[in-house]
């Protein structure tokens, strides 16, 4: 599943608090790499550990060459595996990510750096583990309830974005030698 850095996040369906995407990588798409400080590493280690939106199916990192599923042990002792979740870092500004639980990895065996911000949101809400459970907590208590007829659209909705996604990404490599960047764009409602 990927979904351009910083696009409104819609994959999972029903959460009121509107959150941008981070982290959803893939094989088929550039993203940004670079050094990030032990500190960061650190706090998404924390946020790791605090997972939201488990066991929804998986996602392989096809960044690999293996088909080898990467796994997380947390300081309890629990071991994860990652690509069966996903983590939540809130912004001290008010923005809130939405990552996959692959992003620890991602960072660590394939050197990516996500945008400044997320790190910012990262690093404050591994700051206090406590505050942030009891956010992550109110977040996922505030759904609109699931009814099939709205999955149906939700479905349709997200398979329209992944066509449109798509549809940039292609203008995008084609484009490239004239500068505009696909992606840059807000995807059209
Ligand atoms: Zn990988």
Known sequence: MYFPDLTPYRYFWGFRQPARNCGWLDARHDFAVGPVTDDFLAALRV??????????GFHVCNLCATDARPGFTDERGVRQLLGSAEIRA??????????????LHY????GYRPPDVFIEAALHSARDPAAHAVRLRDYEAD???ADEASLIAWDEELEADQRR???????????EASGIRADSREPER
């Open 47 to 56: 946020l790791t550990a605090m997972p939201v939106v488990r066991a929804l």
């Open 90 to 103: 809130f912004h001290p500004r008010g923005a809130l990510f939405a990552a996959p639980n692959l992003l």
């Open 107 to 110: 960072v660590e065996a394939h």
């Open 143 to 145: 759904r609109q309830p």
């Open 165 to 175: 996604y798509a549809a940039a990404a292609s203008e995008a490599a084609s484009s």
